[in-house]
C-alpha cells in the first residue's frame, strides 16, 4: 500500500486551522535558513503556504552564505522575542557549527522538535511526528520488529532510532561506512534519510516490508526519494516522494507550534 500523505497532512491541517481560530491570536513562526538548496528552498515554500492555509504567519530569514556560527546564533535570539516558534532549516553550510545553533533554540519554541530525545517534554520531530501518524493509521506494531535506520542526522535518522527504540523495535543504524544490504533483506521496517536517488532497490528487501521514505534529492529538477520505484512492489506500506512523509512533516510541525503557544 502507498500512503497518501497529502491525505493525512489536510486532516492534520484542518485540526491546526481549528485551533488556530479558537486559541484568539495569529502564532508566528520564523525559519532561519543559510544558502538553501533546491530541497530546502521546495521545502520552505511548502511551509510558508501551508502556514498560510491555517492562520500561521511565517517569515523566512534568509542569511548570506558566508554567515558564521555566531551569525546565526544572534539571529536567533533577535527573533525569539517575536517568534512562537523557531525553524533552523537544515543543513546549514559546513562553516557552521550546527549543533551550537540548534542548541540556541528555547525548548519552548522549537517545533521541528530537535530537543526530542534529549530533554523531557521536548516535542517530537516532524519526522517522527508524521511515522507516528501513519503507525497509527494503519495498525504497525513495532514491538520487536527489525527496523534498519539508514543515516544517523538530526533531521530523520537521530529521532527516528529514539522513537524506534521507545515503541520496543530492535534498530540497526546504517551510514556510509557501515552499510551492509544484508541487514535491509532482513528488516521488517526501513526508515532511510540519507537523500541518495534511488539508492534502495526491490532486490535489497524482502516482501513485505514497511518503508518510511524520509529521503529528499533532486534529480532531473525533480524531487525523489531513497527508493527506487520497483521497491513499491515488495513493500506491504511504503512512503512516496514527493507526497508522502514530506506534507505530513509540514503538518506536525505547525501543529507542535500551535502546541506550543497553548502551553505558554
Same mark, same amino acid.
Given at each position: ?9 489536510? /486532516?492534520?491541517? +484542518?485540526?491546526? @486551522? ?8 495569529? !502564532? ?8 538553501? $538548496? ?5 521545502? &520552505? ?20 552564505? +558566508?554567515?558564521? %556560527? ?15 516558534? =523557531?525553524?533552523?532549516?537544515? !543543513? *546549514?553550510?559546513?562553516?557552521? $557549527? ?9 525548548? %519552548? ?10 530533554? @523531557? ?9 508524521? #511515522? +507516528?501518524? =501513519? /503507525? ?15 543515516? $544517523? ?18 534498530? %540497526? ?8 544490504? @544484508?541487514? &535491509? ?5 526501513? #526508515? /532511510?534519510? #540519507? ?18 521514505? @524520509?529521503? %529528499? ?5 525533480? &524531487? ?12 506491504? &506500506?511504503?512512503? !512516496?516522494? !514527493?507526497?508522502?512523509?514530506?506534507? =505530513? ?6 501543529? $507542535? *507550534? ?7
Amino acid at each position: 500500500m502507498i500512503v497518501d500523505g497529502k491525505k493525512i497532512a489536510t /486532516s492534520i491541517l +484542518d485540526a491546526v @486551522a481549528a485551533e488556530v481560530l479558537v486559541c484568539g491570536k495569529r !502564532p508566528r513562526m520564523t525559519a532561519i535558513t543559510c544558502a538553501p $538548496n533546491f530541497e530546502t528552498q521546495k521545502y &520552505l515554500e511548502m511551509k510558508k503556504q501551508k502556514a498560510a492555509s491555517v492562520g500561521i504567519a511565517l517569515n523566512i530569514v534568509e542569511l548570506p552564505v +558566508d554567515a558564521t %556560527t555566531a551569525d546565526v546564533i544572534a539571529c536567533v535570539r533577535e527573533v525569539t522575542a517575536s517568534s512562537d516558534g =523557531i525553524v533552523v532549516q537544515l !543543513p *546549514l553550510p559546513v562553516q557552521i $557549527n550546527r549543533d551550537e545553533v540548534l542548541a540556541s533554540v528555547p525548548a %519552548t519554541k522549537d517545533p521541528d522538535g530537535f530537543h526530542y530525545g534529549k530533554k @523531557a517534554g521536548a516535542c517530537p520531530s516532524p519526522v517522527v511526528g508524521a #511515522i +507516528d501518524e =501513519i /503507525s497509527c493509521r494503519h495498525n504497525l506494531d513495532w514491538q520487536d520488529r527489525q527496523v534498519v535506520v539508514l543515516g $544517523n542526522g538530526r533531521l530523520v535518522g537521530e529521532p527516528a532510532t529514539h522513537y524506534a527504540r521507545a515503541k520496543g523495535a530492535r534498530v %540497526t543504524v546504517l551510514v556510509k561506512e557501515t552499510f551492509d544490504s @544484508a541487514h &535491509l533483506q532482513t528488516a521488517d521496517i526501513i #526508515i /532511510s534519510g #540519507i537523500g541518495q536517488p534511488h539508492f534502495i532497490t526491490a532486490d535489497m528487501v524482502k516482501e513485505g516490508v514497511v518503508i518510511f521514505d @524520509a529521503g %529528499t534529492s533532486e534529480d532531473g529538477g525533480v &524531487l525523489v526519494g531513497d527508493m527506487a520505484a520497483e521497491v513499491a512492489t515488495k513493500a506491504s &506500506l511504503i512512503t !512516496p516522494v !514527493p507526497g508522502g512523509i514530506g506534507p =505530513i512533516t509540514i503538518a506536525v510541525l505547525l501543529r $507542535n *507550534l500551535v502546541a506550543s503557544c497553548r502551553e505558554m
